[in-house]
Structure formats: structure tokens, C-alpha cells
């Protein structure tokens, strides 16, 4: 089991930086791949960007590439996501979630392949 919690998000102007975070407590974070997603109002949850375990290997959403990076630290059981050139429809709640695997290397885009996820966070870009 483990529990992942969420960084607060917040209100960001178009075109900002935001870096959210996710702590993971309970068994050893390394052995998740983790992944970021998140879903908007009156849409269904998507892919933002995904590590794998090692860290060693990331994925991003063609819309968040070149602005987004994903990242971790396994001492300290965290993933990252750092936000730049915020777009007003990026405004959602963005959820961290965590998959246990084997596979030291692959990523997983898939939301129903994850096994735990955080309580969610809001991010609110103006235009």
C-alpha cells in the first residue's frame, strides 16, 4: 500500500511556472513507476507525463512536451512536475498516481493501469 499526496496547486497567469509534488508514503517508492494526469471540467481524465521507476525513462503528452518535466527523487519518495508556459485550458485538477511493477523502465500512459493515486490538486491558469 502506499499513499501519495499532492503538493497545493494554485492560480497562475498564462504563460507561468508552477512545480507540483507528490510524496509518497508507505512501501518502497522505488518500486512504482508514477505518472501525472489530469481532468477538467466536464472532461475525462488524460496522460500528462510519466517516469518509470528507475527515473531513468519519462513520456509526455504531445500537448505538454517542451514545457513540462516530470521528474523524481527516491530518497525523499517524491515525483515532481514542473509547469512552464501555462495555457488557460491546462486549468484542471491534476492527480499523481503510482504502479507498482518490476519493469524498472517503462512508463505507463494508461490510467487504468495504476494502481494508487493522490486526492488530486487544483490548477487554475487566467488568461
Known amino acids: 500500500q502506499v499513499q501519495l499526496v499532492e503538493s497545493e496547486g494554485g492560480l497562475v497567469q498564462a504563460g507561468g511556472s508552477l512545480r507540483l509534488s507528490c510524496a509518497a508514503s508507505g512501501r518502497t517508492f522505488s518500486s512504482y513507476a508514477t505518472g501525472w494526469f489530469r481532468q477538467a471540467p466536464g472532461k475525462e481524465r488524460e496522460f500528462v507525463a510519466g ?15 517542451g514545457r513540462f518535466t516530470i521528474s523524481r527523487d ?11 508556459s501555462l495555457r488557460p485550458e491546462e486549468s484542471a485538477v491534476y492527480y499523481c498516481a503510482a504502479k507498482s511493477t518490476l519493469l524498472t523502465m517503462l512508463v505507463y500512459r494508461d490510467d487504468s493501469q495504476y494502481d494508487y493515486w493522490g486526492q488530486g490538486t487544483q490548477v487554475t491558469v487566467s488568461s
Not at 521507476?53 to 500537448?63: E, H, K, L, P
Not at 527516491?74 to 512536475?81: G, I, P, S
Open 51 to 65: 517516469i518509470a521507476r528507475s527515473g531513468g525513462v519519462t513520456y509526455y503528452a504531445d500537448s505538454v512536451k
Open 74 to 84: 527516491n530518497a525523499k519518495n517524491t515525483v515532481y512536475l514542473q509547469m512552464n
